[in-house]
Structure formats: C-alpha cells, structure tokens
C-alpha cells in the first residue's frame, strides 16, 4: 500500500470525508429525493463533529481516505460544551437556509432523531469516551486503516485516563469490524432512524470496550 498517514482533521477535508460518508450509507439519498447526497453528508460530518474532542483523518499518498471522530469526556471543558451549543445553534440555522438541501419530512426526521438519541442514552453504559464517526473510504477498506485509526483513538484516550470507551451502531454499518477489534456488544433495540432510512427494521446496537482489558496500538508494537 502506499504510504499511509494520519493528522488532524482540516474544514478542507469535509468534502472528501461526505464523498464517502454518502457512499457507505446510500439510504440517505430517501431523505433528498432528486438531490445531491454528498451536500447532505456534509451536514452529518459536521453534525459529529460538533461533540467529538479527537478529529483524525487517514491519508493514503497525501490524500483522505478515513476518518475518526470521537469525544474524551476528561477533554471537554465548561467553554467547550459552550462553543459546542453556539455550533449546533449555526449548524441548524444552515440546515434551515438548505446549505445541506431540502430535506424530505424533516420534522419526521428531527423527531425520529430526538426518539434515537433517547434511546441510545437509555441503553448506554456511563462512558468515558464515545467513537461518534468512522467510515473510511470503501477505495481502501480492508487494508488495516480502520484498525489504525481506532488503535490511535483508544490509545489516546486511554492517555487521558478513559477505562469505558462506548459507541452507536446498526445492522446499515459494518458493526461486525467492533467484534473483531474485541469491542463487546452491551444492548441492541429497534434503530428508529436507520429503519426509517432503510423501510425495514434494522436493528441498532451498543458496543463497548474496557481499555484495562486492552492492549492496543502503540503499546501493542
Ligand atoms: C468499519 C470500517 C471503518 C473499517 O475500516 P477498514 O479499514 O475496512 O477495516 P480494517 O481493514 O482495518 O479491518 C480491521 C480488521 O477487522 C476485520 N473486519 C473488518 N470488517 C469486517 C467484517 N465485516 N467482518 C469480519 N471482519 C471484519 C478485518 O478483516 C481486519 O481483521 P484483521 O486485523 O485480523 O486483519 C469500514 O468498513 C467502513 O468505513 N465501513 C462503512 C462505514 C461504517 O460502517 N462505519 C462504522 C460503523 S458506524
């Protein structure tokens, strides 16, 4: 492979991480009929961006063909849970002005969304830190780079002290990639928006993993 490296997440990086955000999850196209998904993915990256304190990307020859965005609870600050209000409060108002185009039903979908996160705050464990995006390029998938970013995250975050590390998933995503990397599955109920998307029930899971019971990245070398 060629050379494969890692930096923090740049505003230049959002229209390659939508690229292929929209292509590992097609459903959403139901949700712009007609429209340009890709814009659409370009709302949900910086939706998971807003609460996420790590933002990595995976870069194969110079170009971004992963990504990892996660949340360290021991990084976040009275200012930053702030800062990260004010960001919603603007993410909004673009969604409203059709930055990310017009959606179908979309008080359909912000009650279906609100209906999710309860019940994924519901089924989750206390956590110290949450993996709240991942995806890499479908180009390059099956090649280590997943494995890389998530070792670079639960490395880090094990730094800063978290023991508990949780993430949401569903039967759309490549849940199966957790297990394998020892992330266990703690709950599974109806996914109100993935069924939604989908038009079948899908279900969503919870996964969690123990840092102690890990060793994992630069540890593992
Ligand atoms: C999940 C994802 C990021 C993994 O990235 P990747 O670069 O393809 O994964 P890797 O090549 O690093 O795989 C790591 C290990 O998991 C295994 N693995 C990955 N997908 C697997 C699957 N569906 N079934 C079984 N094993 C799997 C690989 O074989 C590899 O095993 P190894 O380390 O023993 O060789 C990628 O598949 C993806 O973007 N999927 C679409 C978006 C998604 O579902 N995101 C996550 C859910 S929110």
Redesign the pocket.
Known sequence: MDKLSFRPFHPDDLSACAKFAAD??PAVSVLVPGQDVVKLMHGYVELARLPSTWLEVACVSGRTV?LLFGRVNSNCTPASELRMLFSSLGLGCKAIRGQYGRLQKPLTLLRKGVATGALVKRHSPEADAVVE????D?E?????????LMDRFVTAAKRKGARVIA?H?DQS?????YE??GFKRRSAFTEIVSSYLEGQNVEGYIYVIETDDLTVGLERR
């Open positions: 590992a999850w992963g995006l991942f995806v890499v479908s390059h998938s099956g090649r280590g780079i997943g494995r890389a993430l998933t995503c490549n849940w199966r990639f394998k990397y």
